[in-house]
């Protein structure tokens, strides 16, 4: 079974300052994709940054950027030069085809 | 706007018994998707549809059932309750495509079986 586990239920973080959010997964395929997903209180997920499992080259998007470690099944998440507004959940996903299953989420909160 | 909209927000079931939670979204998605979280837990996807009259399972699809007969609805049908179907669940609609940029998710219905 795939499954995707987060093991910090909460993260905390100075503005301007650099965090690293963890996830681990589990599967047996090797083709598939993998995202980091930001909930702010609205209830929707939006999309901060993907990696497709093929690719060597970790993803960077702005100040955010992953490092993929396939043969580890890690995926972590770094924040630079955090900012009050990167406050929210954040949920590692894992998706091959039509099936996307979330890890439980990691609470990032962000101190002025 | 309403968004995803998921009823009822709170229900208890007795053992056997049968319910079904409604999902409805206003927003013209043609993926939805249904998922559960036990405490502590990730989302674990039940049943997804890519559109009206298409749906498949997901990790997680057995004691339930789905339909899709319009596109803004996505009941879940759960035939029997079983006590290891108390969770939390939640409903969800996206844009389709193969990373949807945007998931919407509803608010939320907390079952307990008992």
């Known amino acids: 079974a795939q499954t995707v586990t987060q093991s910090q239920p909460e993260m905390s973080v100075q503005e301007a300052e650099t965090v690293t959010l963890s996830c681990t997964y589990d599967?047996?395929?090797?083709?598939?994709?993998l995202f980091w997903y930001k909930q702010p209180p609205s209830r929707q997920m939006i999309l901060v940054i993907r990696?497709?499992?093929?690719?060597?080259q970790n993803a960077t998007e702005n100040r955010f950027s992953v490092n993929f470690q396939k043969a580890a099944k890690s995926f972590s998440l770094k924040i630079s030069d955090s900012q009050l507004g990167d406050a929210a959940m954040y949920f590692c996903?894992?998706?091959?085809?039509?099936?996307?299953?979330f890890g439980a989420g990691t609470r990032l909160t962000v101190k002025p | 706007n309403a968004g995803v909209t998921q009823t009822p927000k709170f229900r208890i079931l007795k053992i056997g018994q049968s319910m079904t939670l409604q999902c409805t979204q206003d927003m013209n998605h043609n993926y939805m998707y249904w998922y559960r979280q036990d405490p502590g837990m990730g989302l674990k996807l039940i049943y997804y549809?890519?559109?009206?009259?298409?749906?498949d399972k997901g990790e997680v699809p057995n004691g339930y059932n789905v339909s899709r007969s319009t596109t803004e609805d996505f009941p879940l049908r759960l035939e029997l309750a079983a006590p290891s179907q108390t969770s939390v669940y939640f409903c969800a609609s996206s844009y389709g495509r193969i990373v949807p940029n945007t998931i919407y998710f509803g608010e939320g219905s907390w079952l307990t079986v008992v």
């Open positions: 599967t047996s395929e090797s083709d598939y994709y």
């Open positions: 990696q497709e499992a093929y690719k060597q």
């Open positions: 549809s890519v559109g009206a009259g298409i749906t």
């Open positions: 996903a894992y998706r091959r085809r039509n099936d996307m299953r």
